[in-house]
């Protein structure tokens, strides 16, 4: 089964499917590890987010506003139950996360 990686950057998740290497991807998400709010590893994939505050929306509705930005590394195109179980741990403590503050 084809492998890809996400990050939360259109630009360079186009070209990563135009030439069906995501490999440039994929360095990104282990180097940038630390900056991540949340990660997980099972096995070679990696799920996790980082959530940045949206200056642009918080200034104009005079409230706190987030963007939570995804990222995965080597996971299956075609989600299989343990890859959905990933998933929903990682929306668990995104939810978590939000609570929190």
């Known amino acids: 089964m084809a492998k890809i990686s996400y990050i939360d950057n259109d630009i360079k998740y186009a070209k990563a499917y135009i030439k ?23 096995g070679e994939q990696i799920y996790g987010y980082s959530i940045t505050q949206n200056a642009l929306l918080s200034e104009v509705y ?34 978590e996360s939000f609570k929190a503050q």
Request: with cysteine.
């Open 20 to 42: 069906r290497d995501y490999s440039e991807i994929s360095d990104e998400i282990e180097e940038s590890l630390n900056d991540l709010s949340f990660f997980f590893e099972n």
């Open 62 to 95: 005079k409230n706190d506003f987030f963007a939570v930005h995804f990222c995965f590394r080597n996971i299956d195109t075609l989600h299989n139950p343990e890859q959905e179980k990933c998933i929903g741990k990682l929306h668990d403590w995104t939810s």
